[in-house]
C-alpha cells in the first residue's frame, strides 16, 4: 500500500506565475489536508476536503488559494499569481480513522 | 501565546541518553499527535494519543488531559533521532479545521555519537 504522495516534489515558479500542487492519498482514504510550512515557521492548516467537499477552509488565504479533491484524481491546491512569500513546503496528510499519513512535501520557491 | 507550546526548543545530548520533549496546550482536545522530521524535511507520524500512555520501540509517549499536557520519551537515543520532533493536537474547535492540527513549533534534537 503505497504512502501518501506529492508532486511535484520541488517546483519553482516566477512571480505571477501559477503553481499546481498534486496529493494522492493514501488507497481508501478519503479525507486529505493541506499544510503550509513557511521557513523558519512551524505548520500550519489550510484546508480539510473530502472528496467533492471542502469541509474547512479556514486556513487558506482568501485570495490566489483555492483547492479541490475531485471524485476521480489527486487533490489539488492551486496558487495564482504566486509571490516570493508563497515560497513554503506544502505537505498534505490523508486519513482514514484518526491518524493522519503525510506525504512528503512540495517545496516551492517563487523567484 | 500559541496554542500548543513545546519545550526545549533546541536539545543536544549524547548517544545514550534519555530524552524528554514536553508538549502543553492551552485548548480542549480531542486527540495529540507526536510527528518526526527529519531533515530530508519528510514527516512521520510516531503517535496519537488521546489518553495514557504508548510505547513503540524506544519511544514512549504520554498524555495528561487534566493538566493538559503530553511528553516524548526517547530511550538509549542514537544519532539517527536526530530530527525535528513536532507536537500536534485536534482542537475541539474549528480554529484548526474540523480534525485539522494545530502545531507546535518543534523541538530540535541532535544526538551526538
Known amino acids: 500500500n503505497a504512502g501518501v504522495m506529492q508532486n511535484p516534489r520541488h517546483l519553482v515558479r516566477r512571480r505571477g506565475q501559477e503553481a499546481r500542487l498534486r496529493c494522492s492519498p493514501m488507497k481508501g482514504h478519503s479525507h486529505v489536508y493541506w499544510y503550509r510550512q513557511l521557513p523558519e515557521e512551524g505548520l500550519k492548516f489550510m484546508v480539510y476536503l473530502q472528496k467533492e467537499n471542502i469541509i474547512d477552509e479556514s486556513g487558506m488565504p482568501k485570495e490566489r488559494f483555492s483547492a479541490e479533491f475531485p471524485k476521480e484524481g489527486p487533490s489539488i491546491l492551486r496558487i495564482q499569481q504566486v509571490v516570493r512569500g508563497d515560497s513554503a513546503a506544502y505537505f498534505c496528510?490523508?486519513?482514514?480513522?484518526?491518524?493522519?499519513?503525510f506525504g512528503p512535501g512540495t517545496r516551492l520557491t517563487v523567484l | 501565546k500559541n496554542e500548543v507550546e513545546q519545550s526545549p526548543q533546541n536539545l543536544t545530548a549524547q548517544e545514550g541518553e534519555f530524552i524528554t520533549i514536553n508538549c502543553s496546550y492551552s485548548v480542549g482536545i480531542s486527540a495529540l499527535h507526536w510527528l518526526q522530521q527529519h531533515p530530508g524535511g519528510g514527516i512521520v507520524s510516531l503517535f496519537m494519543?488521546?489518553?495514557g500512555k504508548k510505547k513503540h520501540g524506544r519511544l514512549i509517549a504520554t498524555i495528561n488531559i487534566q493538566e493538559k499536557h503530553s511528553s516524548l520519551h526517547i530511550t538509549a537515543s542514537h544519532p539517527r533521532d536526530s530530527a525535528v520532533y513536532i507536537c500536534?493536537?485536534?482542537?475541539?474547535?474549528?480554529?484548526?479545521?474540523?480534525?485539522?492540527?494545530?502545531f507546535g513549533k518543534g523541538t530540535h534534537l541532535i544526538i551526538q555519537p
Open positions: 500536534a493536537v485536534i482542537a475541539m474547535y474549528s480554529g484548526g479545521g474540523a480534525d485539522g492540527l494545530t
Open positions: 494519543l488521546s489518553s
Open positions: 496528510a490523508s486519513r482514514k480513522e484518526y491518524t493522519q499519513y
